[in-house]
């Protein structure tokens, strides 16, 4: 619940009582003895419609039993007359409805003392009623009026009016009793009618009271639910409104801080900077009770008025675990890390060797350099590594240097800020590496980073933080990188091409991946799975191992340039010309020469190797594919950034 007391300079804060009970409003009549039996009546009109509660007493007298009826939840709205009603409005703050004296009231009043005596003494609380004079003629009588503040005063008046030889005095119900006491006549100047409408505000102010208490609670209930400390402060800065989670941030020093100046409970939680500018200030982060938070402070504005301002407290352990979560989340989505060590397909030596040395690498967090020509699996082994490591689950992001152009590989790792060049995004981007952040990056084609960038990726390496561009503060990132390349870096570092110090840290832990060519006890198995999916994708009823048997010597001895990307490949076109034969017998593998030229080199006269690129291939592979990079790599059995390294490479 939002906290809230009473002290004795403040009025005491206003919990309608029918807002909890549910029942008939509850009205309390404050009243004294006069009016209080002259009201009787119109009390006893209104059951079934509230319940009242009518109370005695005058001055501090009845502001004390008021409150406490307030505290203790017992009244939605109170009904008074004369100095009482002013008092409470002064002090309580709650609804009050005061029994108004009208002029007809007054009149029949007047008219009534005059009955007694021509003079008449109209005493009221606060002020005179300047149009009395102009009454007094018409009823042709002599009136004389004083205000009163307290009792003594009010009795000083009638000592006054007395020796002037008034005897009738008109007024409120104290008016009337001081009035008698003092040997004067006391005529009470309300009439039931005014009593009736106070009574009828006092209703309307009641059922207001309630729409409002019930926003207030869900209000409430909202604030009492919300993680973050709130704390809010009126124009004087001091503490209105603080939630359980600030209260606990404050300690028991300041249990009761509501009404309290907040520069005096926590300096360094000021509001006072933001009362004075009126500025909105965001996620600033600031330290408090040896903790990192992110803090809002907000002006309060009523009218476009500041009546106050409002401090929020965000844990910045809850936003970086949120960060996390959502990271992890939308990873799930992109950036997922699909294969695992159990999943590859391969059972000669050399494979087996290299699963065994990823498993051992994906106990370290350290870098890892995985090299191999293209398609061999590298890819596939990264997402193992991170999937057998302690970070499996958390976001796998892997990119391939080699696909982008040297600006926007900057962008795309490093992420920018909103402006830092022209076209940039509203709000910036985040970088690679922050979509990274608590996994992996998979840097693929390393080799093909630019040289600007290798220092760059160094210096995060090294620092463990990011610095988005056009950004002047550092992200610190906590990312493992797993690094693949298809070329020579020893090579590319001896003509300058990439950085020895980048490459030191890269290799820290290398793992090579032999070609497809060396490990060919991996063919058959990788074959056959491929070729069962794509059957089984066509919907052909044949048995997979079976029809490819007689193909296996052929596969077994092809080079395989293109390593398993190709393989696949291979399968693929192997599937779809099956598909057309319903039983084994009826195959005619004489015709699939034609399919699969490069297994058939021998047959065809190609060159040896006919799976290389060449010129003609290419071209005829992009032609076939209506000039689609991807679709004509897949029919070359290359990744797309081997065809356009080639393309780069052969100026077509
Ligand atoms: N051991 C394996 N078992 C099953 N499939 C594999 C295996 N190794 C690789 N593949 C498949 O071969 C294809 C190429 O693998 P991957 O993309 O990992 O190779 P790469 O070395 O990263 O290639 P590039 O260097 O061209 O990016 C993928 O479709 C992958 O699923």
């Known amino acids: 619940m939002f906290q809230c007391n009473m002290s004795s300079q403040r009025p005491a804060p206003f919990f309608p009582a029918s807002a909890r009970s549910g029942g008939l409003p509850r009205l309390c009549f404050v009243s004294y003895r006069q009016i209080r039996g002259f009201a009787m009546p119109v009390v006893a009109e209104y059951t079934g419609r509230a319940e009242i509660e ?156 309630r729409l409002e ?150 106990r370290t967090d350290l870098t890892v350099l995985i090299v191999g020509e293209s398609g061999v699996g590298k890819e596939l082994f990264a997402q193992s590594i991170h999937n057998d490591s302690l970070r499996a689950g958390r976001p796998f992001v892997a990119v391939n240097c080699a696909a982008f152009p040297e600006a926007l590989l900057e962008s795309e790792l490093f992420g920018y800020e909103e402006g830092a060049f022209t076209g940039s995004r509203r709000g910036g981007k985040r970088g690679l590496f922050e979509a990274a952040h608590t996994g992996t990056l998979f840097l693929d084609e390393i080799g093909d980073m630019p040289l600007q960038l290798q220092t760059r990726l160094l210096r995060v390496l090294q620092e463990r933080e990011i610095t988005r561009l056009g950004a002047t503060g550092a992200i610190p990132v906590d990312v493992r990188v797993i690094a693949a390349t298809h070329q020579p870096l020893p090579g590319m570092i001896a003509e300058r091409r990439f950085r020895q110090d980048l490459f030191y840290r890269l290799n820290t832990l290398r793992l090579p991946l032999p070609p497809l060519r060396e490990r060919r006890e991996d063919i058959a198995p990788l074959a056959l799975a491929q070729v069962a999916r794509c059957l089984q994708r066509l919907g052909t009823p044949l048995d997979a191992a079976r029809a490819l048997a007689p193909l296996l010597a052929r596969l077994r001895a092809y080079d395989w340039p293109g390593n398993i990307r190709e393989l696949e490949n291979l399968g693929e076109r192997i599937a779809v010309f099956l598909m057309q034969f319903e039983r084994l017998d009826d195959i005619r593998y004489d015709e699939l020469a034609h399919d699969l030229p490069e297994l058939f080199a021998d047959a065809n006269a190609e060159p040896a190797g006919g799976g290389a690129l060449n010129a003609a291939r290419v071209a005829a592979a992009l032609a076939a594919q209506g000039g689609n990079r991807q679709a004509a790599a897949r029919q070359l059995g290359v990744s797309r950034s081997t065809l356009w390294r080639w393309q780069r490479e052969h100026g077509a």
């Open 54 to 209: 009518v109370l005695d007493g005058t001055f501090g007298d009845a502001l004390a039993i008021a409150r406490d009826r307030l505290e203790r939840g017992l009244v939605d709205a109170f009904v008074s007359a004369g100095s009482n009603a002013s008092i409470l409005r002064a002090g309580l703050q709650a609804p009050v409805a005061t029994i108004q004296l009208t002029g007809f009231d007054l009149l029949q009043a007047l008219i009534q003392a005059r009955r007694i005596s021509s003079r008449v003494g109209v005493v009221m609380y606060g002020q005179t009623i300047p149009e009395l004079d102009e009454v007094k003629d018409l009823l042709n009588i002599e009136v004389m009026q004083h205000a009163y503040r307290t009792p003594d005063d009010a009795r000083q008046r009638f000592e006054q009016l007395r020796r002037a030889g008034f005897e009738v005095i008109v007024g409120s119900s104290l008016v009337v009793e001081l009035a008698e006491q003092a040997g004067l006549h006391g005529l009470l100047a309300y009439s039931l009618a005014s009593v009736r409408k106070g009574f009828e505000d006092a209703l309307e102010l009641a059922r207001v009271a």
């Open 213 to 362: 208490a019930g926003r207030y609670e869900q209000l409430n209930s909202v604030l009492h639910n919300l993680q973050e400390a709130v704390l809010a402060v009126d124009r004087d800065n001091r503490v209105i409104a603080v939630n359980p989670p600030m209260q606990q941030l404050l300690g028991p020093a300041h249990a009761r801080p509501i009404g309290e100046w907040l520069e005096r409970i926590e300096p360094e939680l000021s509001l006072q900077a933001t009362l004075d500018s009126g500025q909105v200030e965001r996620a600033v982060v600031q330290r408090f009770a040896q903790r990192d938070w992110v803090v809002n402070r907000t002006p309060i504005r009523e009218h476009g008025e500041i009546v106050g301002a409002a401090l929020t407290l965000y844990d910045a352990r809850a936003i970086q675990e949120a960060d996390t979560r959502l990271r992890i989340q939308q990873g799930r989505r992109q950036n997922a890390a699909r294969h695992r060590f159990g999943d590859l397909i391969g059972q000669s030596p050399a494979f087996l060797r290299a699963v065994q040395t990823g498993r051992r690498f994906a």
